[in-house]
């Protein structure tokens, strides 16, 4: 998942990003309300962490203009503890959820694991794909029951595939909700990416499917009987 955070307090933005980081999504982080208005315009992502206090445009300003363009995506406002009415201008404008600072690392990550849940389509926290399990909130995937040991890129590269189930995901989809800016990352590391998840899940008869030219697709999984997922 990708996540645009977007805070002027450089001690803090530094704190969140490699918290969130370690939790394996990919995160761009800008310092003013004209860079995140920018971003959102021009890039696609999974949620937004937007401090209200901005400079240059302010926050309410970013999530009125986002909202105006008829996006909805998942915003998570960050705000001082006093700023009660900040908070609910916020909300009105469209903000999911919010959190005043000082707040709990941990408490951050639970919500953004509930956001990103929720702009994946508001599903449970497991998805199910035949032998396949994969556990949204404690980000972690099992095949028969047994855990799989996937890299932070291929537990996310798992959810995007499942995510689009039967659906078309072309190399720069991949790329765009894998990776963060200024990353160099070529569509060969996508394929290398693909073939480590692949060998680790085929084995349960879980299968990727390659489009030449085009990207992959993860198909839909036909049981014994003869029914598929999600029929």
Request: hydrophobic share 40%.
């Amino acid at each position: 998942m990708r996540i645009l955070l977007a805070e002027d307090d450089s001690v803090l933005a530094d704190g969140l990003t490699r918290s969130l980081r370690q939790s394996g999504y990919a995160i761009d982080c800008v310092k003013n309300g004209q860079e995140a208005d920018t971003a959102l315009s021009t890039q696609e992502f999974d949620l937004l962490i937007l401090d209200l206090g901005l400079p240059k445009l302010s926050g309410l300003e970013v999530l009125r203009r986002l909202r105006a363009r008829a996006s909805l995506l998942p915003v998570l406002i960050l705000t001082a503890a006093d700023s009660i009415e900040q908070r609910v201008n916020g909300l009105d404008l469209g903000a999911d959820d919010y959190m005043a600072k000082p707040f709990a690392l941990s408490e951050l990550e639970a919500r953004v694991r509930a956001l990103t849940r929720r702009g994946a389509g508001g599903g449970g926290a497991v998805i199910k794909h035949g032998p396949l399990s994969y556990d949204q909130v404690g980000r972690s995937a099992h095949l028969d029951g047994q855990m799989l040991d996937l890299s932070a890129r291929e537990l996310g590269l798992l959810e995007i595939l499942l995510g689009r189930t039967g659906r078309l995901v072309s190399k720069e989809q991949l790329v765009d909700h894998l990776c963060e800016w200024g990353e160099e990352v070529s569509n060969n590391a996508i394929e290398v990416y693909v073939h480590r998840l692949r060998k680790k899940i085929e084995v349960g008869g879980v299968r990727i499917v390659t489009v030449r030219g085009l990207g992959y697709c993860l198909e839909k999984f036909a049981d014994p009987a003869g029914k598929t997922d999600g029929k």
